[in-house]
């Protein structure tokens, strides 16, 4: 290996060493920006890539930190303008009220909300129990979808003056405009997530939300819908990624339910996060008794009873929570 070589890979192992302490909170700000963990990933990398052409250039008037959220902003802004925003499926329409029709599903026409694995945005280490509140909070589904309600420009200033708490100042020199135009953008963006409306939940113990996670697990294995509407809050909401229908009401969910969710055997649960939130992986049973991962179920769940299911019908993504894609037959 020639001198320079060596030189210019040392300076690479250097850089890896100081950015890649990040990478957890930016590929947490790419999915808030992107709504998928896929084009998030990808963009943290584009992101480094970025930053290491240009390091020799980074003259400190910042903080590395500051300069990585500059970039990975700038580079989700153009991924932004050519993609199109990502819902769930209450984005898109009111609930139904038939829960004997079936769902419908609009093809190609819609590029949906992913969740993202608590796993790989969270610290390892330990951390401040309100710390772990607090950035479980600013991963929400219901934020993260009504993010996408939102133009480029002010979601990305509602993100980095509301969710991350950089100052005015700083995001304009970030976004290559004026404080008064991010307070602009701002005024906006804060007027638009209130038509959003996300929920607002009392947000209940951990022992709760396992307790929660674990009835719903239970009932779904053994078929029970009595345990279910035990679990679940009178004003209940089931959401299934992939079809614009969706049902609200314990009544209106429960009937669905009880369509879908076969004997008792049919399916089998195991448990994960997503999102700050409690989930389950989904796998469903084969005629030779094994079972297929089918997807992850993310639960909004309160002091009372869960509030909302999302369920995200894809089996994919169960190995990037770290689950299996089969299970045996039991």
Known sequence: MKAGQGAQMENAEEFADLVEPFRRELLAHCYRMMGTLDEAEDLVQETFLRAWRSYEAFEGRSSLRVWLYKIATNTCLSARERRARRPLPSGLGPPSDDPFQAPEAPGSTVVWLQPIPDAIVTSGGPADPADIVSSREKLRLALTASLQHLAPRQRAVFILREVLDFPAAEVARMLDIS???????????????????PEVAAEPTEPQGRALLEQYMTAFENSDLDALERALRKDAALEMVGYT???????????????????PGTWRMMPTRANGQPAAGAFLRRADGAYDAFGIAVLTVTSDGISRIVLFAEPGLLPRFGLPSSLPSS
């Open 179 to 197: 404080v008064a135009a991010v307070k602009s953008l701002l005024q906006r963006a804060r007027a638009g997530m209130a038509l959003a409306a």
């Open 245 to 263: 229908t969706w049902f609200s009401g314990l009544e209106t969910c429960l009937r669905y339910i009880d369509q879908v969710i076969g004997p």
